[in-house]
């Protein structure tokens, strides 16, 4: 258990971009106990040195999280724990309802957005533990007395649980668990009555679809999520955007540009919500990102400026929080664009710095290995520094 709590406070540290001496003076400020300080966090991470329940408490807070997921990350965590033995640990300490009202209900929908948000700065093996928690807790609530209105909340924050843990599964390149949860999600959705849910499912399968270069079934199937998701939502946004990702990796550079010229239309009333960063709510800095994305994939010479505006905007956001896992992807955006600008040198930097990151997660990897390839094709000495580090990530 102290590797892999102390694995684990290195590693959320890292995500917040705080150094050890930050840390201790935010755990003072929130705790008003100075006692903690840069070399006992030290002796934390390397395990030399348990924290007391006190400070697990308090780093919860810092964290923003639970006692009870910071515990459940921890044990994810340590190299020697198997997920299902943690889940299952997990499972046995909780009791189950025997009855769900409008509390429990409210608690799990709050805990969804909460995931949710998190998605864009966690990992997502790290997430996924969490995720798995809460299913297994919807799981153990559905045998439970509700009324029919209760019933469908809960099949509905099951519906976006499973589609989360799709979302992390496709992350971690997980071919087989994300078409299983995948599936439970659009039957939840459905049973749930939930048509933006249905378009979500239907845009992660195309998303899905778009890294695994099955461009035309991408097509399809966003075109079929704009179909059932209602007209200006979230998930019809993303999905006319994904139509646009999956026209431009086919080089339809016509049918790409309508797309966008459809995207910004739907994008230009919107405001900027509570949470920019919340997965499944659509804001404008998104779309930036998806045109950044789109542009670069089609060569359009256009794709640099945004690009680095993008890249700009992740790391120093106007709104919300820095979201330093698309700020890397957007580091492979600004590569092709800098690659069709014949900008090769700093192409090879930049495409570095996305590769040292340690934000990349698999079903990024294949957008690196085509900048790599492209960097090769011209012949420049960083394209084998650029593989090694690819390959040193990939197998990590």
Partial sequence: ????????????????????????????????????????????????????????????????????????????????????????????????????????????????????????????????????????????????????????????????????????????????????RLQTAAQLAEHGEHPELSGWCLETEAWQAVTDGEYRRAIKLSQGAQAVAPHNSSAFIQATAQEGRAQARLGHRRETLKVLSRVEHLVSPLKVPDHPEHHYRYDPGKADAYVATTLSWVGDPGAEPIARQVLAQLEAPEYGAPRPRRAATARLDLSLALLASHKPDEASSVTMDALASGRLVPSNFWRAQEVIKAVDAQGLPEAAELRDAYEALRVS
């Fill in 1 to 180: 258990m102290e590797t892999g709590v102390g694995r684990l406070i290195a590693q959320l540290r890292a995500e917040r971009d705080l150094s050890q001496s930050q840390l201790a003076d935010m755990l003072a400020r929130a705790s008003g106990n100075p006692a903690v300080t840069r070399n006992e966090i030290s002796r934390w991470e390397q395990g030399k040195r348990r924290p007391r329940r006190y400070w697990l408490e308090w780093l919860a807070v810092v964290f923003g999280m639970s006692l009870l997921d910071l515990e459940d990350l921890a044990r994810l965590a340590a190299p020697t724990t198997n997920t299902d033995e943690a889940e299952a640990i997990e499972l046995r300490q909780r009791v189950a309802a025997s009855d769900v009202g409008r509390q429990t209900l409210e608690g799990l929908e709050t805990a969804v957005d909460d995931l949710a948000t998190a998605y864009p700065t966690t990992p997502p093996d790290l997430l996924l533990i969490r995720v798995r928690r809460h299913l297994g807790y919807v799981g153990k609530l559905l045998d439970a007395r509700m009324t029919l209105a209760e019933h469908r909340r809960l099949v509905v924050a099951g519906s976006w649980l499973s589609l989360l843990a799709a979302t992390c599964s496709i992350d971690l390149a997980d071919r087989p668990a994300a078409a299983a």
